[in-house]
């Protein structure tokens, strides 16, 4: 039971150059999220998926698009990377219809955008 | 719409002293309340959580939170940090249903000998 999985760990980008980062949950839960964290920022919602087959817009969504593959999966792509999004980014998931809704993070990607 | 606020951005407290960070938050109803660590490098981590009944609740790693509806806190408190307790700890509020979680911007504990 690895929990919520991240690729990749690590990776630089040219401003302009295109890249999705993967996600993937083995608990069966049906939301997941994706956040950045920036230093003195804490933790910023950039988009959710509350079921599969649903996606919707957190705080931050602009530059961003994000594909809910199938239950298990939640890919985020930059089209067209900018420094501005230089940053951690972690995925989640939850299982929202259970007595929890606590959201359980992968270990992160750490961007960096030249 | 929900907000946590996390007053202290960075806390240094000497090892073996008590601790508490606070939470406060913004929420119509009784709120769904959590406390997540992160160490350096790491994901979060659930440290725990409060839905309703008893309004102190006990996590891992020896801390506990005290849900305070007039105050509209959920500090978290632990009796004698250990170096390894040096992490950044964020309160965060829900609610029912498929909405996510709101964040505080977290507090910054360093632990000192």
């Known amino acids: 039971n690895a929990g919520v999985t991240q690729t990749p760990k690590f990776q630089v980008l040219k401003t302009g150059q295109s890249m999705t980062l993967q996600c993937a949950q083995d608990?069966?839960?049906?939301?997941m999220y994706w956040y950045r964290q920036d230093p003195g920022m804490g933790l910023r919602l950039i988009y959710y998926?509350?079921?599969?087959?649903?996606?919707d817009k957190g705080e931050v969504p602009n530059g961003y698009n994000v594909s809910r593959l199938n239950k298990r999966e939640f890919s985020l792509r930059l089209e067209s990377a900018a420094p501005s999004q230089t940053s951690v980014y972690f995925c989640?998931?939850?299982?929202?219809?259970?007595?929890?809704?606590?959201?359980?993070f992968g270990p992160g990607t750490r961007l960096t955008v030249t | 719409a929900q907000s946590v606020t996390q007053p202290d951005i960075h806390i240094t407290v000497s090892e073996g002293a008590s601790l508490e960070l606070r939470c406060n938050y913004s929420?119509?109803?009784?709120?769904?309340l959590f406390w997540y660590v992160q160490s350096p490098g790491q994901g979060l981590q659930l440290l725990l959580k409060?839905?309703?009944?008893?309004?102190l609740v006990q996590g891992i790693k020896g801390f506990e939170a005290e849900f305070k509806r007039s105050q509209s806190s959920f500090n978290l408190r632990k009796p004698s940090v250990h170096w390894s307790d040096a992490a950044e700890y964020y309160c965060?509020?829900?609610?029912?249903?498929?909405?996510?979680?709101?964040f505080g911007k977290g507090t910054r504990l360093s632990v000192i000998a």
């Open positions: 989640a998931s939850s299982e929202a219809r259970s007595s929890s809704y606590e959201q359980y």
């Open positions: 608990m069966n839960h049906n939301s």
């Open positions: 998926s509350a079921s599969e087959g649903t996606t």
């Open positions: 929420y119509g109803a009784t709120p769904y």
């Open positions: 409060y839905f309703s009944g008893d309004t």
């Open positions: 965060a509020v829900g609610e029912p249903g498929n909405t996510p979680l709101v």
